[in-house]
């Protein structure tokens, strides 16, 4: 049933192959009085500025102006699509959401909100996003993850 040269041991219990699938007896689970880390299951969103450091070696104050009002539009959107910023520094924002389909669509707002406010600046001081999305668990400490 298991493969040769192996046992049935998992890290703290025995896998039991019944049918199709094996069972994992971890044998005397924690007492529940121990502390438990706190896990969740989160869309995490997270958004940077390509070329940040060209932009702030061109024109540094420019720079920070920039995305400080791109930083305002993006936690506008977070908050309007049910989301929470998590961290912002630099040129990066970090936030949570409890749907992924919350999360894709604040992109989407973002990125085409930012695209129409590069319009009124020269090439060379066009601020693009890229804007990542992942569904995954996490830890959760306090206010932040």
């Not at 039991?16 to 971890?26: K, N």
């Not at 299951?41 to 104050?61: H, Q, T």
């Not at 936690?75 to 389909?101: C, H, P, Q, W, Y």
Request: glycine share 6%; hydrophobic share 35%; charged share 30%.
């Amino acid at each position: 049933m298991f493969p040769e040269g192996t046992d049935n041991k998992a890290s703290e219990g025995y896998l039991y192959p019944i049918g199709g699938f094996c069972i994992l007896d971890i044998g005397n689970p924690k007492p529940m009085t121990e502390e438990r880390t706190k896990r969740k299951l989160s869309a995490i969103f997270s958004v940077d500025v390509v070329g940040y450091s060209r932009l702030m070696a061109d024109n540094e104050e420019a720079t920070v102006r920039t995305i400080n009002a791109y930083r305002e539009v993006i936690t506008d959107f977070i908050t309007d699509n049910r989301g929470r910023v998590v961290d912002a520094k630099g040129d990066n924002v970090l936030a949570e959401f409890t749907s992924v389909v919350d999360a894709v669509r604040c992109a989407v707002d973002v990125q085409k909100e930012l695209s129409a406010r590069n319009t009124d600046l020269p090439e060379h001081r066009k601020m693009e996003f890229r804007i990542g999305v992942n569904l995954g668990d996490v830890i959760e400490e306090k206010d932040t993850i």
